[in-house]
DNA sequence: AGGCTCATGACTC
DNA sequence: GAGTCATGAGCCT
């Protein structure tokens, strides 16, 4: 049986994300919903000392992206997916910031050269975006390409980080 | 440049 | 199994 994830907001100036922790670690996060002003606040009590841990990281990587810099030390991410989204996943952690790769380019990565429309399924599949850069995700031709969390947020994303997209 | 078609692998129902 | 893609390459106009 499956325990519920603690749901923790991160209020920054692109809006207020929402990050998920289970036992483990950070499972998810949450682009700000349009729409949506505001949401309730989260008493501290009775969060665990290591969650809210991992939410000082989380909330401050996830700053610093938004500003374009690298995230520096991650929580410990409990990602629940196949092993070839995992794959993949862990390819796009090695994309640097300001750096962007193809779908093509990361379906060799993994060994896998002919996944590259797999590739898209397991980006879009990614539980915890920004932190996982799938924005750093393009076409062959450097065409922005899709993003489940809305197209702009990935023009944005490339843009605060000065990377180089159609 | 844009548009169409096809091969393709993982995933969902 | 059929249908759905955040692709990519090739071939048009």
Sequence with gaps: MKTPLVELPISTNAGQFVARYSEKGLAELRFPSVGRASQRAVK?????APIRRWHRATAAALKAVLAGRSPGKLPPLDLAGTEFQKSVWRALRKIRSGQTKSYGEIARA????????AVGGACGANPIP???PCHRVLAANRKIGGFSGGLNWKRTLLAREGAIFR
């Design 44 to 48: 501290p009590i009775g969060i665990s």
């Design 110 to 117: 993994i060994g896998k050269p002919t996944a590259v429309r």
């Design 130 to 132: 920004v932190l996982i």
